[in-house]
């Protein structure tokens, strides 16, 4: 049996499984597709950004320094564009300025 058989098959007793305890499992999904979620950056990288490729030395970091995180902004467009396409209905993105694509070009921030 191939790979997408047997996914189809799974969900298809997963599909019997909910009915039987009342739940319309189309329904459920086709309500999905109404709910709008946000997805935070820092979800996609560090909050680092990608002018400086040394680690984090404070604040809540979040999701740790982990292997495979996006090195570059098409890294992270990339990341965010397949979480995406594995989340049902409509998203936002919380996107923090260290994440601006200038060319490759340091922007440097007096305060």
Not at 22 to 47: F, M, R, T
Not at 78 to 92: C, E, F, M, N, W
């Amino acid at each position: 049996m191939k790979k997408e058989e047997l996914i189809q098959k799974a969900y298809e007793i997963a599909v019997e499984r909910y009915a039987a305890i009342g739940v319309d499992v189309n329904k459920a999904l086709e309500d999905l597709q109404k709910i709008s979620l946000s997805l935070h950056c820092w979800q996609a990288d560090d909050v680092t950004g990608f002018e400086s490729a040394g680690e984090l030395t404070g604040g809540i970091q979040a999701t740790g320094n982990y292997p495979g995180k996006a090195r570059n902004i098409e890294e992270l467009r990339q990341d965010v564009l397949k979480a995406a396409s594995y989340i049902p209905g409509t998203h936002r993105l919380n996107l923090h300025e260290i994440y601006g694509d200038f060319g490759g070009q340091f922007v440097i921030v007096i305060r």
